[in-house]
């Protein structure tokens, strides 16, 4: 295995907290990809209403109580559609009977992009007997995860796992990954036949590039260009020009939702014949619009298939059910569909205890699950095998694969279902 001199710096960052902190435009990045939304939320919600078709038996007994974390009130991102996911599932399964034949109660905990608050959610899910806290995404999650552990509470399904705690705890379960999906980009990118790649970074992102180097130098290439964009400007024109320089054929862009659009903008200026490979969440709808010409073909590279997909067929029917309209957030999204894994995944888990579901016996089943299967929404998952022999503090990212999607004619369209493992590559073994 191949490991640059920069990934072991970068690495010996990541594993301490206070990077974090410098860190946070990285996590802007995500925040964009996870499906932000700047309207008002309440701060608590709590669902365990119980419906039932004359088909169904209503279930009964005791709740089986779990918390979602995320951020609703705040000056920066929100997301209201995780939220709105996790409240979703609990109707959604409930009205089929339940887990185990009990209700399931979800309480979102708003940590209003606190740290402090966070730690206010983690210390509610302890005292209020909580199984788990499942899909989840907040900035803050260090502030959580050591607080619930304690209390054998886990850390489940999280899509986007960017904390030490997430990322290395035995009681972090995450089913999402990160940066794996720029991996993925430069893979697809070779392999649809990219000769001159460059590669645009947005500033505080830098963690993606050791991996990407690591990536793109075990598939016999290098990159013509690295740019450096700044998070916030009014025009990228230099920038664009930099990136399509070197007669670059493909461009991969680590660029978050937001300055994507100015970014599209400048683009469609230019010009250039280039094609695009960015994040889902990102390269997007919203950022095309009114780019769609220049955009047409570019690849987005994600974790999970398109929500038009047949994994996700319960996950819209949910939403409907419960009145979400799903033109107003962005459901097909690292957090809406993230969340919906997660409560998937712990279903299936939760299931499968033979006893008392408590916050200790899901723990002992998670981490047993050596076969996690939801159906198509991401690989089939083993919890009992870390990654050991992959990139240094990242051994709880049991999920490596990517899928791609493409922009026609500015909509996302479903580009591939078969998962692709690029862990070895993120190492620089082109395996």
């Not at 940590?111 to 909580?130: I, K, N, Y």
Request: proline share 5%.
């Amino acid at each position: 295995m191949k490991t640059s001199e920069a990934t072991r710096t970068v690495e010996s960052r990541w594993r301490s907290f206070r990077a974090l902190t410098a860190l946070l435009a990285v996590l802007a990045l995500v925040a964009a990809a996870c499906g932000s939304s700047d309207s008002d939320a309440s701060s608590e919600t709590t669902s365990s209403e119980t419906t039932s078709d004359e088909s169904t038996v209503a279930p009964d007994g005791d709740p089986i109580k779990v918390m979602t974390v995320t951020t609703l009130n705040a000056a920066g991102p929100t997301y209201q559609n995780i939220a709105n996911t996790a409240n979703a599932y609990a109707e959604y399964i409930n009205a089929r009977g339940g887990i185990a034949g009990r209700p399931l109660e979800v309480t979102v905990c708003d940590e209003q992009f606190d740290p402090a608050v966070a730690t206010t959610c983690a210390r509610e899910a302890v005292d209020q007997g909580m199984v788990s806290v499942v899909g989840s995404f907040t900035f803050f999650a260090e502030s959580i995860v050591p607080v619930i552990a304690d209390s054998s509470i886990t850390w489940f399904g999280a899509c986007c796992p960017i904390t030490p705690s997430e990322l290395t705890s035995p009681y972090s379960f995450p089913i999402g990954n990160q940066p794996m999906y720029a991996v993925g980009a430069i893979k697809k990118a070779v392999d649809d036949g990219c000769e001159h790649i460059n590669a645009v970074i947005i500033e505080g992102a830098e963690i993606f590039l050791p991996p990407m180097e690591n990536a793109i130098g075990a598939l016999g290439q290098s990159f013509g260009e690295i740019v450096s964009l700044p998070a916030t400007a009014q025009d990228y024109s230099a920038e664009v020009a930099q990136a399509t320089g070197s007669d670059a054929d493909c461009v991969i862009s680590i660029i978050g939702e937001t300055p994507f659009i100015t970014w599209n903008t400048a683009w469609t200026q230019s010009g250039t014949e280039a094609r695009q490979y960015g994040p889902q969440g990102n390269l997007n709808e919203v950022s095309a619009k009114g780019n769609e010409a220049a955009t047409d073909g570019d690849i987005v590279a994600g974790m999970y298939p398109d929500i038009s997909t047949a994994p996700w067929d319960e996950y819209r029917v949910a939403l409907d059910e419960a009145g979400y309209d799903t033109t107003e957030l962005d459901y097909n999204s690292l957090g809406g569909m993230g969340t919906w894994a997660a409560f998937v995944g712990f279903t299936q888990i939760a299931e499968s205890i033979d006893g008392e579901i408590t916050a200790e016996s899901f723990y002992n089943a998670a981490t047993a699950t050596s076969e996690l299967d939801l159906n198509g929404m991401v690989p089939v998952l083993d919890f009992t095998q870390e990654w050991t022999d992959g990139l240094e503090g990242y051994q709880r990212l049991f999920n490596r694969s990517v899928v791609f999607s493409e922009l026609k004619n500015g909509k996302v369209v479903p580009l591939t279902t078969e998962f692709e493992d690029v862990g070895k590559l993120a190492t620089g073994d082109a395996g």
